[in-house]
Structures are given as structure tokens and as C-alpha cells.
């Protein structure tokens, strides 16, 4: 299905875009020239315009190239938490035709030295609290160089808000072979000799989260992400106004795209947040009239669960969407309740850039994936036999569009297993159960090996854990199926209450409450009280942990 064959497509969006043949630092130079007076970032207080930007970007591309032999097609990795320097880092990196490999800032110095030898990276620019984790790997590994960033470093004498730890922090000096401070690369001076990068060439490297085996690096041209920033520019109606909330971790496609690219393409101005803090969320959105927010259904509860929030000005906000996960009806009602907005969800993966779908502003569904987006065809077909389904009908989805990945870094047997051709198209096969309705919105279902069978029923845990969220006492929630001897699996639900709750409600009065709200073959038939669930660096509850765990657990009985 086509975007424009979606009956309630927007009439005020085209269907088709065209995706830009230049390259991801062409947006920033344009942007730089066009507003150069304009706040590009907002870091806790301090502005960085878009001239500023562009300077430090083009000192940073000439260390790199001219100081440490960084050529075109190498990858670089970047490591480190939201800060100017990641922007600064990123478009440093294509400006001389190099490739991001961005890190989740989570990483140990094991799994690290795992993206090293997969990708081959010779040069780091590392945030300077999670230099210990790849100090080990200097000279002991394919890397060479390390630039090690001090957050702190931009920010002002006297800061305007709450500072994390983390970006409170002086900067250290470093006195070794193989690392330098990102100082020496703003006060080098070394000018940088532009090289030719066209769209096709390679520009971004997302690993993926490793779920289902060892990270595999998606390989992005510059069109790709291209693709979906033009197409997150349009969807959103982002422009040189807008004052965008990055609140999701840039190394992430989501953030990447939205919470950075987007808004850069367009010359509007980021609020950056290093780490989440809801109190200074609100306070930002209040102080820099923020009109837009891209963020994750765990972050959006917790904001407002917020006791104080009733004291900040909101109005400015025009839109706040996401994805990863749905955002449980519920919560979504409290949020137009309190600013008049209906979330807008979105679907995307690693091997898209972010979106393949989205949900249109004026008329979004919730707990819903939204449309195909721009150019994109998106179709529904059994895992196995790989035959086409209709609406309603339950299936694997897969995508072809602008945005579709190349492939897998250094693996073509696994790229040749999540690619199929229907039609004279090459379609990547997500690995996600979904559905579609009538008007052309999709809907999850759930993860193709997610899916819990107990006694025969097949139960989605998405399902269950929409409806546990609409429990008073309910903050966080992840179902997964475990061992039952007669039913073969049966349902688990663990569960974050919200403090209030506490030693107020009990497992029993959860199972109690579900037996009125669900079917009994998706009741949960144990509920675990937990402080908190094994949250991912993008903000994703890791389900599989929680699986690891009780399989553990089965085999020491």
C-alpha cells in the first residue's frame, strides 16, 4: 500500500518527495549562510548560532583529516551523550566524506571494542566520562585516536538550569599517545581541504540493538537519511521558527533525524538535553517556547506524572509524537487533556532512519503506526508462505521506499535474508506482526518472535500491556510468556508501580483487576513487582532481558 492510497492520506501533503541529491553537511552550510545569526543549539543556557556551528564544524573536519588521517570512507566512531560536540562531531565527519559510526554511550568497553573491530574505526571522538571504558582499546585494537569531549565546555559561567553530573563536569587533561582534547581541535587551526561526496556515497553506520544476535551496522548513503529528513520536514511542517525539544539520544535514528537533522535542514533552533530530567523539560518548553517534541512513550509518562507540571506554560507546543513503543491510551488522553494535543505516533526501525510511517497531526490514531510515509510501499504477508493479506488480516510487514537501508556492514547473507522482490521491488522484511484498517493506518501486533503461546492462544504482549497502563497504579509495564508446565507458556507481567502505590497495591489485586478487562487466556498469571525494567540507550524496554532472566531462573529449578 502506497501512501496515497490511504483513503484519509492529508490532502495539504503531497504523496511523493523528491529526496536531495546533496549531502548531510549541505545542510548545515546552507542553513549556516541562510541564518547565521539564528540559535542553531540551545544547551542548557547557552546558544550556539549557526555560523558558530559551521566554524567549529569545518575546525573540527581539518584535525581530523589533516591531524589525525581520517580519509574519505573511513568510519569514525562517535560516543557520546547528547552535547554540541556530537552535532559539531557528526557533520565534522561528512564534511570530508567519512562515515558516523554513532554508539549507544551504554556500551562497556567489551561491546566497544566489538564495533571497532566489526567497523574498523581508527579514530573515536569519545564524551570525556566514558573515556575509561575505550582508554583500554587505544593501540590495543584497530584504533589509533581518541578526541576526548568535555560537555562543560559549553556551557556558560553561570548556568541557567540544573546541570547532569555529567555535563557539570571540568574538563580533564589527558598527557598520552593517542588522545587528544577537543580543545587542541578548536585551537589547531588546521583548515580543511573540502573533498567530493555525492548522496550515494555512505554516511551513516546504526548498529542495531543486537536483539536478535551480534550488532549488525546499517550501511546509509547521505540519500537515505536524506530521505527522511525532507520527509520529517514536510510531515511536521518544521521550519526556521520552530524551536524543537532533543530529548532522545542522537546516536539513536530517531533522535538523529528529529531531534537534530530535521531541524537543522530547516535552520530552526534544538533545545538539547544531555540526560532526561522532566523537570527541566517542562522548564525549557516553558523559557524557549518550544513548538516541537519527538519522544518515547516511557519519557512522555514519567513527564507527566510530573506533580509540578500544572505550573509551566505548555502552550506553545504544537506537536509531540514518537514511537518505539505505543503510547498507552490512557497516558495519550491525559496529554490532550493538559495541552489540547493528540500524540502522534510513528514507525521506523535502524535499517529505515527512523520512519516509515507516521501518523497524519490532524488525524492521528493512537496506539497506532500511522500511514506509509512519503514514497514508501508497505505491504502485509505471512511470514512463511509469503503470500499478500488484505486488511485486518495478520502479518509480517514490509517496506520498500527511499529511506531502506543498503544493507548490513560485511554481512551479504544476512542482507540477503531480510530483502524480498515482489513486483520488480526489493522489500525489506521488518520482522514486525502488524495489521491495517480500512482507512490505511497500521496497527503492531508485536514482534514476529515475540508472540506467547499459551494452551494454544496466541497472546501479543503489546496487547496485555496497553491494558495493564490503564490501571491507576500502573507506571511501567513489560509482558513476556514463561514456562508453564500445562499450559506450555503462560503470561507474566513485570511491573513498575507508581510511587504512590507502593505497599498499597499487591501482585493479587492486579490479577484481580485484569480478570474484567481481558479475555482469560491473556490474563497475567504472575505479576512481579519490580523498582525499574532494563531500559535500552534509545529508551525501549528490553523485553529479551526480562526473557533471558526467567529462562535462567527455569533452569537452576
Not at 117 to 144: K, M, N, T, Y
Not at 193 to 205: C, K, Q, S
Not at 407 to 434: A, L
Not at 528 to 554: N, Q
Amino acid at each position: 500500500m502506497l501512501n496515497h492510497e490511504c483513503k484519509l492520506w492529508p490532502k495539504q501533503l503531497p504523496a511523493s518527495l523528491a529526496v536531495p541529491k546533496t549531502t548531510l553537511f549541505d545542510n548545515l552550510a546552507v542553513s549556516a549562510r541562510r541564518y547565521p545569526d539564528t540559535t542553531a543549539i540551545y544547551y542548557y543556557g547557552t546558544a550556539v548560532q549557526y555560523d558558530r556551528l559551521l566554524h567549529e564544524t569545518c575546525l573540527v573536519a581539518g584535525y581530523l583529516q589533516r591531524e589525525l588521517g581520517v580519509n574519505k570512507g573511513d568510519r569514525v566512531l562517535l560516543y557520546m551523550q547528547n552535547a554540541p560536540q556530537f552535532v559539531i562531531s557528526f557533520h565534522a565527519i561528512l564534511a570530508i566524506g567519512a562515515v558516523v559510526v554513532p554508539l549507544n554511550p551504554m556500551n562497556m568497553t567489551d561491546e566497544v571494542h566489538f564495533y571497532i573491530q566489526d567497523c574498523g574505526a581508527h579514530v573515536a571522538i569519545v564524551g570525556q566520562e566514558l573515556f575509561d571504558r575505550i582508554e583500554p582499546l587505544i593501540g590495543e585494537s584497530e584504533l589509533q585516536h581518541v578526541v576526548v569531549a568535555a560537555y562543560s565546555d559549553y556551557i556558560e559561567a553561570t548556568p541557567k538550569y540544573q546541570l547532569p553530573e555529567v555535563v557539570a563536569a571540568t574538563r580533564v587533561e589527558y598527557h598520552r599517545s593517542g588522545v587528544s582534547n577537543w580543545a587542541a581541535a578548536m585551537t589547531a587551526g588546521v583548515t580543511w581541504t573540502p573533498v567530493e561526496v555525492r548522496g550515494t556515497d555512505l554516511a551513516v553506520l546504526p548498529y542495531t540493538s543486537g536483539t536478535t544476535g551480534r550488532p549488525k551496522g546499517c550501511m546509509h548513503p547521505h540519500s537515505t537519511v536524506q530521505a527522511n529528513i525532507v520527509g520529517g520536514a514536510t510531515h511536521a511542517g518544521t521550519n526556521s521558527g520552530s524551536v524543537v525539544l532533543g530529548t532522545l539520544p542522537l546516536f539513536h535514528v530517531t533522535g538523529m533525524i528529529h531531534s537534530m537533522l530535521t531541524p537543522l535542514f530547516c535552520g530552526s533552533t534544538v533545545v538539547l538535553m544531555t540526560r532526561w530530567d522532566r523537570e527541566t523539560a517542562a522548564q525549557l518548553i516553558h523559557d524557549m517556547r518550544c513548538t516541537g517534541w519527538t519522544n518515547i512513550a516511557t519519557m512522555l509518562i514519567d513527564f507527566l506524572s510530573n506533580p509540578n507540571i500544572a505550573q509551566y506554560d505548555l502552550s506553545s507546543l504544537t506537536a509531540i509524537g514518537g514511537g518505539g513503543a505505543a503510547l498507552p491510551e490512557a497516558v495519550g488522553e491525559r496529554l490532550f487533556q493538559l495541552t489540547g494535543i493528540r500524540y502522534a505516533e510513528g514507525y521506523g526501525l535502524s535499517e529505515t532512519i527512523s520512519q516509515t510511517h507516521f501518523n497524519p497531526l490532524d488525524r492521528p490514531k493512537l496506539q497506532c503506526l500511522g500511514m506509509p510515509s512519503f514514497d514508501v510501499d508497505a505491504r502485509v504477508i505471512h511470514p512463511e508462505s509469503l503470500t499478500e493479506l488484505g486488511p485486518n488480516e495478520e502479518g509480517e510487514l514490509i517496506v520498500h521506499g527511499p529511506q531502506v537501508f543498503q544493507g548490513y556492514w560485511n554481512r551479504p547473507e544476512e542482507t540477503e535474508r531480510v530483502f524480498i522482490n515482489i513486483d520488480g521491488k526489493r522489500f525489506f522484511r521488518t520482522g514486525d506482526i502488524v495489521r491495517y484498517d480500512e482507512d490505511g493506518y497500521f496497527f503492531m501486533v508485536d514482534r514476529l518472535k515475540r508472540m506467547i503461546n499459551a494452551a494454544g492462544f496466541k497472546v501479543w504482549p503489546a496487547e496485555v500491556e496497553s491494558l495493564l497502563f490503564e490501571h491507576e497504579a500502573v507506571q511501567l509495564a513489560c509482558v513476556i510468556g514463561v514456562p508453564d508446565a500445562r499450559r506450555g507458556e503462560t503470561v507474566k507481567a513485570y511491573i513498575v508501580l507508581k510511587p504512590e502505590f507502593r505497599g498499597v497495591v499487591s501482585e493479587d489485586d492486579i490479577i484481580d483487576w485484569t480478570k474484567d478487562k481481558m479475555a482469560a487466556y491473556k490474563r497475567p498469571r504472575i505479576v512481579e513487582f519490580v523498582d525499574s525494567l532494563p531500559i535500552s540507550g534509545s529508551g525501549k524496554v528490553l523485553w529479551r532481558k526480562l526473557m533471558e532472566m526467567e529462562a535462567a531462573k527455569h533452569q537452576q529449578v
